[in-house]
């Protein structure tokens, strides 16, 4: 029997907390006037960043067995 990688027990809250770093820096940018508030709503509601394995996309990504983040467009 496999064991569980300490990681996905803790998937959740890593993806709640980098999309809160992600709300934190678009208000910082608008606030800077780098970027217009439209543009801001357009990245809060329609890319995310989700936690992935590298492992799962072994085809697609390294043969790593690394975490990492991505920034993705739920919309395409």
Same mark, same amino acid.
């Given at each position: 029997m #496999?064991t /569980?990688? #300490?990681?996905?027990l803790?998937i959740?809250? $890593?993806?709640?907390?980098? *999309?809160?770093a992600?709300? /934190?820096v678009l208000?910082r940018l608008?606030? =800077?006037k780098i970027i217009?508030d439209?543009?801001?709503?357009?990245?809060? =509601?329609n !890319?995310?960043? /989700?936690?992935?394995k590298?492992s !799962? $996309?072994?085809?697609?990504?390294?043969k790593?067995?690394? !975490?990492?983040?991505r $920034?993705? *467009?739920i919309?395409t």
């Amino acid at each position: 029997m #496999g064991t /569980i990688d #300490g990681m996905l027990l803790e998937i959740e809250s $890593f993806t709640k907390n980098a *999309n809160i770093a992600k709300s /934190i820096v678009l208000s910082r940018l608008l606030e =800077d006037k780098i970027i217009t508030d439209e543009q801001r709503t357009e990245y809060l =509601d329609n !890319w995310q960043i /989700i936690v992935i394995k590298k492992s !799962w $996309f072994k085809k697609l990504l390294s043969k790593d067995n690394d !975490w990492e983040y991505r $920034f993705v *467009n739920i919309n395409t």
